[in-house]
């Protein structure tokens, strides 16, 4: 049974910084690509970042390029969402996911494992 625990979401003032992550178990995790997605209240969960099997590729969305940096650990079976430079608009729940192939993917359907999600909120 694939699982997907995220940590490390809180409460922080907007200019701050948090670092997500997510720890895997229950699959190969080094041959899936991972993502993670938010979903704020009232809105559709979207993309935010993904990171190919090896690390070797990753994307982010356009409202957090800059900012946040996607990053795995294969030894580890982790992979972490560094967020800076965080934003009022950024408060949601984040979301990690494990993919049903091995690429990095902004598409939500290509995701075929999920986790509970870690609150993030930004204070302005």
């Known amino acids: 049974q694939v699982q997907l625990v995220e940590s490390g979401g809180g409460l922080v003032q907007a200019g701050g910084s948090l670092r997500l992550s997510c720890a895997a178990s229950g699959r190969t995790f080094s041959s899936y690509g991972m993502g993670w997605f938010r979903q704020a209240p009232g809105k559709e969960r979207e993309f935010v970042a993904a990171i190919s099997w090896s690390g070797s590729n990753t994307v982010s969305a356009d409202s957090v390029k800059g900012r946040f940096t996607i990053s795995r650990d294969n030894a580890k079976n982790t992979v972490d969402l560094q967020m800076n430079s965080l934003k009022p608009e950024d408060t949601a729940v984040y979301y990690c996911?494990?993919?049903?192939?091995?690429?990095?993917?902004?598409?939500?359907?290509?995701?075929?494992?999920w986790g509970q999600g870690t609150q993030v909120f930004v204070s302005s």
């Open positions: 996911a494990s993919a049903s192939g091995a690429h990095s993917d902004s598409r939500l359907s290509q995701y075929a494992y």
